[in-house]
């Protein structure tokens, strides 16, 4: 065996070691109930498919070893692209092949699985096999995320893994710098706070390109998730700046036929929307230069190298971003708060009217086309025990059970993110997921090349715009969605 | 008798794998092709819909705008890789210090991934990290950015093309000028011919074939070029860099309009064959008709 062999076959040993001792180092409650459960299905492999993300590596590295100790039933999951995950998992359920017995379910496809029949209704399924019941699982351990997964009778087809919410992330030690503050004041007339406002956004990350530029350092006002070729930027605008606007779900209206146009009840190109879309390429183009290629991965990195003032992030980034001193250049540096809005509109969504931003995540469903649908109702209880979660919010920072909250550690850590996890329990219902559309990528890749067009200047907004939602329509009417 | 029965018995397990697994996706592609299917419309069925999605495309400005794109991707790439694989080519004929060393990192390339080759590229022309953009800006003062200047996303795309592919030009060309008889030239050398006079008349007719060879290979994967192009720029920025693979792949996952990404794949087959025919016609017939 050569040197680099056998440092390697050590290696492995020590990671298989430590993540045995880390799986072990979980207590579950009631461990009996779930060896005798697993005795019914000796031999039984669950496999599943899942986007590779903190969260699910948690899964495959602590959760399924554990759950596999515990009642011998094997599982398998891949972990792959979210692209791969997706045409694996559509692919295997519409031919019906059973290959997967778990698979992971974006919030913003859940709606496209439902319209299809694709998912066992797992609270029915508990409630026909009540000897699967897991001591500890309960939905109403849920926060109220788990909702989203919920079918149009109120049953559960997916058992949530991961949320977060997109939000405005400020850096500290510059919003605090006495001598930033200063001059702030002196060319606004204002104290620097983050901004509540579009316009308070806009000044100060006009404030910070140009003082930065003046200095000769690579700071800029703002980020910007603007990329020219991929959905991210379509994302950026119909999900976090048009409804701080006052326009959401995609400016498509469900109630009036889909209409995305002004003329049939839309406002895929309201003026409102054309508003949006001005003031959000105009923050675009006082951002670094990169902006135009970043999709929602490369504006945590650029955030995280201390490039930009503010901008909106996902959460899912914030905790490496505050945390992690491997990544982040801005540890300790990170504020949290609600994304900007513009006037009249956090009253509207108060009153329970519209939403702030988006409220991202994902849950572990059933395949209707499984072969091991009753190891695998047991596998998805697992997922949702309380005894996991504290670590697994430590691990990546997601919280779907409203228990997870109230550890000291988590708590510890929410210090951390500078309040990340606090905004997501107390203001988190002013954040919504993707609109209970079963068309995302549909409508999205019709008008995408538009979009981009209008990124690169090629076409302008109002005609842009205007395009886009005639487009949409057209795409609506093509799917069948439409009747006009 | 006995050695034809025993051939086909060796070959048929490769001739099954090849039925499966390619005959029959690609009659199933066809056949999808003159179906209208997206698995989420409100009726999720195969519904025949005849040459419909074929008579679409003639009118769909993404896809012609693609094919457009494409065309001249395809060019610029192939015509610069057969150009300098042949000029590589002959410089590894001859003997120059490091030149071992050389041809092995001139290869490299060819091993990796196109999903890799992608990536690095993207790392190398992103602003503020990347290496291409700030030597361009040190040297030139020439702000590249790929996200929002078509031109340069087109540009960069065809070298990095050109950097992936020239290596295997370049070691089918060595292969063919080793093969060459050495009469024909020391011919040519005593009857006073210079080296231009040998490139034009001897050396380009003798590695034709193989040139030509290597530019059908080059065709074909230029056309459906997909991976590489996707990592680094998404088809954009707009469009600019949508090649039809792009496209495809746009049509047939994310947006899954089957049966339309089925008739785009065919017509993308249909060109591929009418391009390398127009090429065999215009090149290897003229001189099969004169010998």
Redesign the interface.
């Known amino acids: 065996m050569t040197i680099s062999l056998k440092a390697g076959a050590s290696a492995l040993a020590l990671a298989l070691a430590a993540q045995g001792a880390f799986a072990q180092d979980i207590q579950i409650e009631n461990a009996d109930w779930w060896q005798e459960a697993g005795a019914k299905f000796d031999g039984v492999t669950i496999r599943g498919v899942t986007e590779s993300t903190p969260p699910s590596n948690f899964v495959t590295d602590v959760i399924a070893p554990k759950f596999e100790e515990l009642t011998g039933i094997r599982v398998e999951i891949e972990t792959t692209s979210w692209?791969q995950m997706?045409?694996k998992a559509?692919k295997d359920m519409?031919a019906g092949t059973g290959i997967y017995d778990v698979v992971y379910i974006e919030q913003d496809i859940v709606y496209?699985y439902l319209?299809?029949d694709f998912l066992v209704d797992m609270t029915a399924a508990l409630e026909e096999n009540s000897d699967l019941q897991a001591p500890g699982y309960s939905e109403d351990n849920f926060t109220t995320f788990a909702d989203y997964f919920r079918g149009e009778n109120g049953d559960l087809f997916g058992v949530p893994m991961e949320a977060f919410i997109k939000i405005y992330l400020y850096r500290t030690d510059l919003f605090d710098d006495e001598e930033i503050r200063a001059a702030f004041q002196e060319q606004t007339g204002r104290e620097l706070e983050p901004a509540k406002t579009h316009e308070e956004y806009a000044e100060i990350a006009e404030f910070f390109t140009q003082y930065f530029q003046e200095q000769g350092e690579?700071i800029w006002g703002t980020t910007a998730q603007a990329?020219?070729?991929?959905?991210a930027s379509w994302y950026e605008y119909v999900e976090s700046i048009l409804p701080t606007f006052g326009v959401y779900n995609w400016g498509i209206n469900a109630d009036e036929d889909y209409a995305a146009t002004v003329e049939h009840g839309g406002e895929m190109n309201s003026d409102t929307a054309k508003e949006a879309l001005t003031w959000w390429l105009s923050m675009r183009d006082i951002a670094?230069?990169?902006?135009?290629?970043s999709t929602w991965t490369?504006v945590a990195t650029t955030f995280a190298a201390g490039?930009a003032a503010q901008g909106l992030v996902y959460g899912e980034n914030a905790a490496w971003i505050a945390s992690d001193e491997n990544q982040s250049r801005v540890v300790g540096n990170v504020g949290v708060a609600l994304p900007p809005v513009e006037d009249g509109v956090m009253e509207e969504i108060e009153a329970g009217n519209g939403y702030i931003g988006y409220y991202d995540g994902g849950a572990f469903g059933i395949p209707v086309s499984s072969n091991n649908h009753e190891a695998a109702l047991l596998f998805a209880q697992f997922l949702a025990l309380p005894d996991l979660q504290e670590e697994w919010a430590l691990a990546a920072p997601r919280i779907t059970l409203t228990s997870t909250y109230d550890s000291e550690r988590v708590q510890q850590l929410d210090e951390d993110l500078g309040g990340y996890f606090s905004m997501m329990r107390d203001d988190g219902a002013l954040f919504q997921g993707a609109p209970p559309y079963?068309?995302h990528?549909?409508v999205?890749?019709?008008v995408?090349?538009i979009f981009?067009?209008i990124?690169?200047g090629?076409t302008g907004v109002d005609e842009g715009l205007d395009q886009m939602a005639e487009r949409a329509e057209q795409e609506l009417t093509?799917?069948?969605?439409r009747t006009n | 008798m006995q050695s034809n029965k025993l051939g086909w018995f060796l070959l048929a397990p490769t001739l099954v794998v090849l039925f499966f697994f390619g005959v029959v996706p690609f009659l199933y592609v066809v056949w999808l092709a003159f179906h209208q299917w997206?698995?989420?419309?409100?009726?999720?069925t195969i519904i025949y819909n005849g040459a419909e999605n074929f008579r679409r495309l003639v009118f769909d400005q993404?896809f012609l705008s693609s094919l457009g794109v494409t065309l001249a991707f395809t060019f610029f790439a192939v015509t610069t890789q057969v150009i300098l694989g042949y000029v590589l080519a002959q410089a590894f004929m001859r003997d120059f210090p490091g030149k071992a060393i050389f041809r092995t990192i001139h290869t490299l390339p060819l091993i990796m991934a196109p999903i890799i080759v992608g990536s690095i590229w993207?790392l190398m022309t992103?602003?503020?990290?990347g290496i291409i953009p700030h030597y361009l800006d040190q040297w030139f003062g020439y702000?590249l950015?790929?996200?929002?200047s078509?031109i340069a996303a087109f540009t960069i795309t065809v070298i990095m093309d050109v950097w992936h592919w020239t290596p295997l030009v370049t070691l089918t060309l060595i292969a063919a000028l080793v093969s060459l008889p050495p009469d024909p030239f020391e011919q040519a050398q005593i009857d006073g011919a210079n080296r231009r006079q040998i490139f034009w008349h001897i050396t380009l007719p003798m590695i034709s074939p193989a040139i030509l060879a290597t530019v059908f290979i080059r065709l074909m994967d230029a056309l459906r070029t997909v991976d590489e192009v996707l990592m680094l720029?998404?088809?954009?920025?707009?469009?600019?860099?949508?090649y039809l693979g792009v496209h495809i792949f746009?049509?047939v996952?994310?947006?899954?309009?089957y049966g339309y990404g089925s008739a785009v794949s065919v017509i993308v087959l249909y060109l591929t064959i009418v391009v390398c025919w127009l090429l065999f016609v215009g090149l290897i017939a003229p001189r099969n008709k004169k010998a």
């Not at chain 1, 990329?227 to 959905?231: E, S």
């Not at chain 2, 950015?145 to 929002?148: S, V």
């Not at chain 2, 996952?253 to 309009?257: D, G, K, S």
Request: hydrophobic content about 20%; aromatic content about 8%.
């Open positions: 692209d997706y045409d559509i519409e496209s319209s299809r690579d990329h020219t070729g991929h959905p670094p230069p990169e902006s135009v290629q490369e490039r079963p068309f990528a549909q999205r890749e019709a995408a090349p981009y067009s990124l690169t090629s093509n799917l069948g969605y | 997206n698995p989420f419309a409100v009726d999720p993404a993207k992103t602003p503020s990290i702000d950015n790929i996200g929002q078509a720029t998404g088809g954009g920025p707009g469009s600019a860099t949508r746009r049509e996952f994310p947006r899954t309009n």
